[in-house]
C-alpha cells in the first residue's frame, strides 16, 4: 500500500504544483484568443468513443457560442487541472474532489453541475459480481479492488471511507492491512471492466458506473454498500477565462436542458442537464479531502 499512497501523493502534487506559479496561469489567461476555447475531458469511459462524442458535442458548441471550440482527453484529473493552470485547457469537466483542490490551488471557477435523476447528486458505490460470494464489505477482507482515480470522490474517496464508516479500518492509510490489493484502473469503466471481468473482487466507482457495461455484464453485477450523496460532477473555468467567452458557453450548456437539444447531453457523459454550480454545495467534499489530508 506504500506504492499506492505514493501514487496518491503524487497525483495531488500535481494539483497543487500552481501554488508556485500562478503568474503563469495569468499571463496564459492574458494572451488568450477571445475566439476560442479548449475544453479537456476526463477518460470516465472508453477514451475511443469519448473522442467521437467530443467532435459531435464541440461542432454544436461552436456552432452555439460562434466561437471555435477545440476538445481533448486528459490522462485523468490531474493532467486536466494542470492544463487548466498552464492555458492548454480553458473549461474542464470534473469530479467534486478535483475541482475543490484545483478551487484552492489555482482559483478555478466553478461553472456548472451535472443533473441526474432530478438532482445535482449521485453516490459512490461498491460493485461486486453476483456469483462472487462477496455479500457484504466485510466479505472484501483480502480480496482485490479496482478503485477509479485516486482524484476521485466516487471513484476512490467515498467508496473507501465506507470501510472506514464500518470500522473495517481505522484510516484510509489502513485500507492495505484490509485488503490483498487495491488499483487504480484509470476511469470509471476500466474499474468495472475489471471486477466485471474477474480480474479484481471489487470497484469502487460511481452509481452509475454500471451503465458502462454491456448489458449482460450489468445483469451479472450488483452492489453491497452506497455512499451518502455526493455533489455532482462539474464544468469548471480556469481563473482569468474571459467573461463574454464563458457567458456564451455557459448559455450553450444550458440550452442543452431543451427538448430540442437534449439529443446532445448523449455526447457530453450523458447526465439529464446542467445547473450552476452552487461551490457551498462542495463544502462536504472540501472536509472529506481534508480528513484524507488531500487538502489543508
Do not use: C
Not at 2 to 12: E, I, P, Q, T, W
Not at 208 to 221: I, M, N, R
Amino acid at each position: 500500500m506504500g506504492s499506492r499512497r505514493n501514487f496518491v501523493k503524487g497525483a495531488v502534487a500535481a494539483l497543487i504544483m500552481a501554488a508556485g506559479t500562478f503568474s503563469s496561469s495569468l499571463f496564459a489567461a492574458q494572451h488568450s484568443q477571445a475566439d476560442e476555447l479548449k475544453l479537456a475531458f476526463i477518460p470516465q469511459e472508453n477514451p475511443e468513443k469519448l473522442l467521437g462524442d467530443i467532435k459531435v458535442i464541440t461542432k454544436w458548441l461552436s456552432d452555439q457560442t460562434g466561437v471555435e471550440v477545440k476538445g481533448f482527453v486528459t490522462i485523468d484529473h490531474a493532467a486536466a487541472v494542470e492544463a487548466l493552470r498552464n492555458g492548454d485547457a480553458d473549461i474542464s469537466f470534473m469530479g467534486a474532489l478535483p475541482f475543490v483542490l484545483a478551487e484552492k490551488e489555482i482559483g478555478a471557477k466553478p461553472l456548472l453541475s451535472e443533473i441526474y435523476k432530478g438532482a445535482a447528486s449521485y453516490t459512490g458505490r461498491i460493485f461486486v459480481r453476483k456469483d462472487s460470494g462477496i455479500k457484504s464489505l466485510a466479505d472484501l477482507k483480502g480480496k482485490t479492488i479496482a478503485f477509479a482515480d485516486p482524484i476521485s470522490e466516487s471513484g476512490y474517496m467515498y467508496p473507501l471511507n465506507l470501510f472506514v464508516e464500518a470500522g473495517l479500518f481505522a484510516e484510509p492509510s489502513d485500507a492495505g492491512n484490509f485488503f490483498d490489493r487495491s488499483y487504480f484502473a484509470g476511469g470509471y469503466q476500466q474499474s468495472m471492466q475489471a471486477m466485471a471481468a474477474g480480474l479484481v473482487d471489487a470497484a469502487g466507482s460511481s452509481q452509475y458506473a454500471d451503465l458502462l457495461l454491456t448489458p449482460q455484464q450489468q445483469s451479472e453485477v450488483i452492489s453491497i454498500a452506497e455512499s451518502e450523496p455526493i455533489p455532482s460532477h462539474m464544468v469548471i473555468a480556469r481563473n482569468g477565462l474571459d467573461a463574454g467567452l464563458e457567458a456564451k458557453f455557459v448559455e450553450a450548456m444550458l440550452a442543452l436542458n431543451t427538448a430540442e437539444n437534449k439529443q446532445y447531453l448523449a455526447y457530453i457523459y450523458g447526465p439529464e442537464g446542467y445547473v450552476k454550480s452552487n461551490t457551498d454545495d462542495y463544502d462536504g467534499v472540501r472536509a472529506l479531502a481534508r480528513r484524507y489530508g488531500l487538502m489543508k
